[in-house]
């Protein structure tokens, strides 16, 4: 299963708001609200932001918002910090009853 | 608390098998549906394989078909990956990940990861 598309990289000054943007297809964000997005800082387990497409599990910073439109998910970081410096990894569930990630995206945070 | 142990990582030669261990605590395992997923050095996530709660029902990506297998003592509380034919591109940290709930499909708390290096 190819990746779903996400941005390389993505930047942004401290205060202000970055959107990630993760593409796929019918067969996977656009025909599931299973989307997710997880944070990852070097050398460290990945952490869950955001699961079925919005919601935010507990202890999760409400500066943290996402939604999707047809075929692409997205993530917006508000109100910029340096700790919001990782990568970031969308998935999705598949109509093969299978998972698939995006390729990742690197937030620096300027 | 939650915790996902990873082993069974190590520098293996091309063509041989491993098989690696994920030690769960802190929940219900028998309940919740597993994953496994792996991370090359310096790349991406790479979704691998899930197994049902009873072990029933698995599926894996294209990738992890044929060679990987994805299997679930419940009564130790283990999820294994048996890695057969290993490649040099098999190289990467492998973890574990559990489902949020039983009810949920996303996956939440990751354990630390055990490196797999395939080298001769």
């Known amino acids: 299963q190819p990746a779903l598309t996400q941005p390389a990289s993505v930047s942004g000054s401290p205060g202000q708001s970055i959107t990630i943007s993760c593409t796929g297809s019918?067969?996977?964000?656009?025909?599931?609200?299973?989307v997710a997005w997880f944070q990852q800082y070097p050398g460290k387990a990945p952490k869950l932001m955001i699961y079925?497409?919005?919601e935010r599990p507990s202890g999760v910073s409400s500066r943290f918002s996402a939604s999707k439109s047809d075929n692409t998910a997205s993530l917006t970081i508000s109100g910029l910090q340096a700790e919001d410096e990782a990568d970031y990894y969308c998935?999705?569930?598949?109509?093969?009853?299978?998972?698939?990630f995006g390729g990742g995206t690197k937030l620096t945070v300027l | 608390q939650v915790q996902l142990v990873e082993s069974g990582g190590g520098v293996v030669q091309p063509g041989t098998s491993r098989r690696l261990s994920c030690k769960a605590s802190g929940f219900t395992f028998r309940t919740h549906a597993m994953h496994w997923v792996r991370q090359a050095p310096g790349k991406g996530l790479e979704w691998l394989a899930v197994?049902?709660?009873?072990?029933?029902?698995?599926y894996y990506a294209d990738a992890a078909t044929g060679r990987f297998t994805i299997s679930r003592d419940n009564s130790k509380n283990i999820l294994y990956l048996q890695i057969n034919s290993l490649r040099l591109e098999d190289t990467a940290v492998y973890s574990c990940a559990k489902t949020m709930t039983p009810a949920k499909k996303t996956f939440d708390l990751w354990g630390q990861g055990t490196l797999v290096t395939v080298s001769s």
């Open positions: 197994i049902s709660y009873d072990g029933e029902h698995k």
């Open positions: 079925d497409v919005t």
């Open positions: 019918n067969s996977d964000v656009g025909g599931y609200d299973y």
């Open positions: 998935t999705s569930y598949t109509t093969s009853s299978t998972w698939v």
